[in-house]
């Protein structure tokens, strides 16, 4: 398997922390609100400034109750559902995020399109799979902390949902990453994926967002930080991904059979 890029060596880590990080983060938010942008929107930024605009679709996978909705409801800075319910069909969701490239100090806002579907909706309609993995860039692969058939069933999720698609980019996210002294799947067991599936591997709690002084009010901001390095992360493979494709960056050598 491909080696994938180190993290941090695409994208500017901690970029979105800077001064000028926080200025470009300004047309995603509102008065300290995250701004919700449907298909057809995007952030208007002041005049004089020029980015590009990547865009991507990804399609997150899991057992359900692993936390797919309220994942992608955090990356978009919504509230996140109190009580779980089955998603029925499929639900998008758009969230833009910049970031600024290492090699070249560019500023490039990434478009991400989401694509969830209920599992139950996936096992009844034929058609829902093959519309989610249609011109997909990015396959996430959801698993709880608290749920450890959810974790066992990862390889069975890669091989039916990703299988198919060598080339797209795979990561793996563990919800409920704050439960992590009741959790169901200990280091040893995470350190041993990794190591067979070479995936990136990266956790998200389940703590409801920070609030603004009136106490109702998600803080944009604060919740801008808290998933940065989801929003980072994805950024990284994805640009790296096209980068190989294009033939701008080597395809890093396949490691040697142990």
Known sequence: MARLPAPGSVIVPDWHESTEGKEYLACILRKNRRRVFGLLERPVLPPPVAIDTASYKIFVSGKSGVGKTALVAKLAGLEVPVVHHETTGIQTTVVFWPAKLQASDRVVMFRFEFWDCGESALKKFDHMLPACQEKTD????????????????????????????????????????????????????????RQA?????????????RRLADGRTLDGRAGLADIAHVLNGLAEQLWHQDQVAAGLLPNPPEDPPS
């Open 138 to 193: 990015a396959f996430l692969f959801l698993f709880s902390f608290t749920d450890r058939a959810s974790f066992e069933d990862l390889p069975g999720q890669l091989a039916r949902v990703a299988g198919e698609a060598p080339g797209v980019v795979r990561m793996v996210i563990g919800s409920k990453f704050d439960q992590y002294m009741h959790t169901d799947v200990p280091e040893r067991d995470l350190t041993a994926f």
């Open 197 to 209: 599936w070479e995936l990136p591997l990266l956790r998200v709690k389940s703590v409801p967002g």
